[in-house]
């Protein structure tokens, strides 16, 4: 009786315990900011999810996506500014994608003063997207990690970690060839067009 009894007890825990593990669709996103599992459950719910997927992942692939900076600073080098270059000529491909701009920093200070400091850092590079072409209605400068997503851990500076990391957020909701559900036609559109390309020869 006795054993039966926790056994009966062990299946009611087991089943307390399945229901802590439900969560919210989206919650297991990093919460940069309020709405991003709500963001996340609109792109699953309206299908859009595995094309702004491919998108990202095309994205990663094709252009740098970190920005680094010197210490305690938001200025853009010479080599920062040829990497955003490449990312607004990406960018401008496809004006019915959005884009996020996440900022980090390496791990000395103060958690506030990184938090802001992150900030500034990725809102330094939607600026310079914007001056490149690309609408600001495009670009979301909202989250930063502060020093919270280090590359490397190590309490000394590092200039890996003083970063910014641009990824695809989303659709444009308002574009009309969103709207209407092109959502394939938009992802392949350019491999169609980059075919007609003159390639360069490849290296020997």
Do not use: K
């Not at 641009?166 to 060839?177: A, C």
């Amino acid at each position: 009786m006795i054993t039966r009894r926790f056994f009966t007890l062990g299946l009611g825990c087991t089943a307390l315990a399945a229901c802590d593990n439900t969560r919210e669709l989206g919650a297991g996103l990093d919460e940069g900011g309020f709405g991003n599992p709500t963001a996340h459950n609109h792109l699953v719910l309206t299908g859009q999810m595995p094309y702004v997927v491919n998108l990202a992942e095309r994205f990663a692939a094709e252009v740098p996506t970190t920005v680094n900076f010197a210490f305690d600073s938001v200025h853009l080098d010479a080599e920062a500014q040829s990497i955003l270059r490449r990312q607004a000529h990406w960018i401008r491909q496809f004006p019915e994608v959005t884009f996020r701009v996440f900022g980090h920093t390496d791990l000395v200070g103060s958690a506030a003063y990184n938090h802001q400091l992150g900030l500034r850092r990725a809102r330094a590079v939607v600026n310079a997207l914007v001056r490149h072409g690309i609408s600001r209605a495009r670009l979301e400068a909202l989250v930063s990690h502060g020093q919270t997503q280090p590359l490397i851990f190590t309490q000394a500076r590092e200039r890996q970690n003083r970063r910014t990391v641009t990824e695809v957020s989303g659709f444009m909701q308002r574009h009309p060839t969103v709207l209407n559900g092109q959502y394939a036609q938009i992802i392949y559109r350019e491999y169609v067009e980059s075919a007609t390309r003159e390639r360069p020869p490849p290296y020997l």
